[in-house]
């Protein structure tokens, strides 16, 4: 007799697993803890097989029944409908792999082991937030360059026009990847570097070298204006023209005051490699100067919300700004924390050090493929100690105190 909702719930689990029929093949496996599941005796090529239908009561009897039939139908078409089960279980499951996001931090995982942790958290949060809304549960085999031109306009609109361009990068990286995993026969966003509107280039802004000396002098003032932490990260940039990031994850620990040297790891620097810093002495004194206020933490430069994080890279631009270097004030110039950078670098070489010297200071990597292979982190080191040293001396014979 044909099962019915009211026979089914009354079905009491037994000590053991127990089938009751319905009728066309279809069965109903009652197991000892009282689940359910439908399940279809059918006969293909010859041999007794059995297909799941889901279970009871998420599946009622009446789709159980509509399965049933569509089952009976595959079978008289040929087809073995347990085996197209397990080939559409298969294609959701290609096709769920192959969602961009997927692929996107397929991609991610394969490369961020050569960047730095925050390169790498950059990364994948601009890409996630600006495109997985639109393309993320998309199959990237699905994705056309009009896809990728609306994305990435979207984000033009609000007038990030460098997050605009290097999302687009982005985006053109993984499916390059797809491309080579072949995921995809071709890459949608290759051929679209001109869809976004151009930003004129502005260079970080740098102080001309005969600004130099009243910058100096100005900074000197600085704790009657601001907070003294704050001047000496400054000075110390000025002193040792490394990245601002660089200086604000600078560690006590990575400073050895027996060799006067600042070796930065590289998994805190741009390109990978360990990098040298040569003290001089007047870099050693704002540090002796920095040892009262924050030796106790493991950041020289520590954030005032959270001693475990470093400085803001906004505190240093203020400061400079609040010290007139903002581009609005007659007679000085607009100066950046990133721009001391050119401004040692134009110095250094008027003065005839060895541009190599510079270069390596600088932690600019060999363009060269053969030579950077052989690039080490204390190449020129002698060079470059003696570099620093006029460097430093440079800056203080420019001002009008002795001290800063």
Not at 39 to 58: C, D, I, N, V, W
Not at 63 to 75: F, P, S
Request: with cysteine; net charge positive.
């Amino acid at each position: 007799m044909p099962l019915t909702d009211r026979a089914i719930k009354a079905i009491k689990p037994a000590d053991k697993d127990q089938w009751v029929s319905d009728k066309d093949g279809l069965r109903l496996l009652v197991k000892s803890n009282g689940n359910k599941f439908w399940r279809l005796k059918y006969r293909f090529a010859g041999k007794q097989k059995t297909l799941a239908l889901g279970s009871y009561p998420e599946t009622p009897l009446s789709k159980a029944r509509e399965l049933t039939m569509q089952a009976r139908l595959t079978v008289k078409s040929g087809v073995d409908p347990a085996a197209e089960k397990r080939e559409k279980v298969r294609e959701e499951q290609r096709l769920n792999e192959d969602l961009f996001m997927n692929i996107a931090r397929e991609w991610w995982e394969q490369q961020s082991g050569g960047w730095t942790e925050n390169h790498a958290r950059r990364v994948w949060l601009r890409l996630k937030d600006n495109s997985f809304a639109s393309l993320g549960k998309r199959p990237i085999s699905t994705i056309r360059p009009r896809d990728v031109i609306e994305t990435v306009r979207e984000i033009e609109k609000r007038g990030a026009l460098d997050v605009a361009q290097r999302v687009l990068q982005d985006i053109g990286r993984v499916c390059r990847y797809a491309v080579q995993t072949e995921r995809i026969n071709f890459n949608p966003a290759s051929e679209l570097s001109d869809v976004l509107k151009s930003r004129k280039v502005e260079h970080r802004a740098s102080l001309p070298r005969e600004q130099l000396p009243a910058f100096v002098r100005a900074l000197s003032t600085y704790e009657e204006k601001g907070r003294l932490l704050t001047k000496y990260a400054i000075q110390l940039l000025v002193l040792t023209f490394v990245r601002p990031g660089e200086l604000r994850g600078a560690r006590w620990e990575e400073f050895n005051f027996e060799e006067n040297i600042w070796r930065i790891p590289a998994e805190r620097m741009k390109m990978r490699s360990e990098h040298i810093v040569p003290l001089s002495k007047q870099a050693l004194q704002i540090i002796e100067l920095i040892k009262p206020i924050t030796q106790q933490y493991q950041l020289l430069f520590p954030s005032e919300r959270d001693r475990n994080d470093p400085m803001s890279d906004n505190t240093m631009r203020r400061a400079i700004f609040k010290l007139g270097y903002d581009g609005t004030k007659l007679g000085k110039a607009k100066a950046n924390p990133h721009g001391f950078r050119a401004t040692a670098s134009s110095i250094l070489n008027e003065q005839g050090f060895n541009p190599d010297a510079i270069e390596r200071q600088l932690s600019h990597m060999e363009r060269n493929g053969v030579r950077a292979a052989y690039t080490h982190h204390a190449r020129y080191l002698d060079e470059r100690k003696e570099m620093m040293q006029w460097w430093a001396d440079y800056i203080y014979n420019r001002k009008s105190s002795s001290k800063w």
